[in-house]
């Protein structure tokens, strides 16, 4: 298999693991992917995901060997099977972080957007790079894109197609954390350690909160939370959570 998930501690690795490729991304790995993600959303031992690439880079997005195929219908084919895997990473209600060394190119971006938190090497090289192949953007980039810089900045390194480095990518907010190069994953593991012992429905919620936020009206939110909030409250770690506070001690969460 080209896709690797372990799972220790609560936190569960899912690595592309093609590096002869630059961890381009087959067909059959978007399944794999998409699998993956599904599997740690139902395992109730995983707190949180890291999404990275073996070797010295993150993905070098599609595998331009399979493109153009089978006409419209191996288009769409590959479509949906892209979206499935798309859907599965931004779709899963626990924090997912990428860690990002080398390139990290076209839906691979896509999928690290997507993602709850960036971790990037300060040399890590961003790019979307569908305008040098004849391509609108895929993998629902453009959406992405504008859901963390203006529309002037999206457009620019969407149309341009030049590479975005990880420094850069921290200074404009595409990426929480920049690193020395090597050191990403590692960055990765600290930030994923502080949710593991998090209340795990409670941040699956606020999750779907930021989801929703940027079509609802200030009004929606608030009759969005009204429905969430009644159901918290009878879950077992706001009871621990409300007990330590009043008995003066770290909330011990389950996740339940």
């Given amino acids: 298999m080209a896709i690797d998930l372990s799972i220790e501690n609560g936190v569960a690795t899912v690595t592309i693991n093609r590096p002869e490729r630059k961890n381009a991304i087959l067909l059959a790995m978007r399944t794999e992917i998409e699998n993956a993600f599904l599997k740690c959303q139902d395992d109730d031992a995983v707190r949180v995901i890291i999404l990275t690439g073996a070797g010295s880079d993150f993905s070098a997005g599609a595998d331009v060997g399979e493109m153009g195929g089978g006409g419209i219908s191996g288009s769409l084919y590959r479509m949906r099977h892209l979206h499935r895997m798309a859907r599965a990473v931004a779709n899963t209600n626990k924090p997912v972080i990428a860690a990002v060394e080398g ?9 690290a957007l997507a993602a709850d938190i960036t971790v990037a090497a300060e040399n890590a090289r961003f790019q979307f790079a569908f305008r040098h192949i004849g391509l609108a953007p895929d993998g629902g980039a453009a959406f992405l894109l ?9 457009k620019e390194i969407m149309y341009s197609g030049r590479f ?3 420094a850069e990518a921290h200074q404009l907010g595409l990426a929480l954390h920049a690193t020395p190069p090597g050191e990403a994953l590692a960055k990765a593991r600290e930030v994923a350690a502080g949710f593991v012992n998090a209340p795990t429905i409670a941040l699956a919620m606020a999750k779907r909160q930021f989801d929703a936020a940027p079509a609802q009206t200030y009004d ?7 429905n969430i ?28």
Wanted: proline share 4%; with cysteine; glycine share 8%.
């Fill in 229 to 256: 909030q009644p159901l918290m409250v009878q879950t077992e770690d706001f009871r621990e959570g409300t007990n330590s506070f009043k008995e003066k001690r770290k909330a011990q969460f389950v996740g339940n």
């Fill in 146 to 154: 504008t859901r963390y810089v203006p529309i002037q900045r999206a």
């Fill in 103 to 111: 390139v990290c190119i076209g839906m691979s971006w896509a999928l």
């Fill in 220 to 226: 929606q939110a608030l009759d969005f939370e009204a």
């Fill in 164 to 166: 975005v480095s990880g």
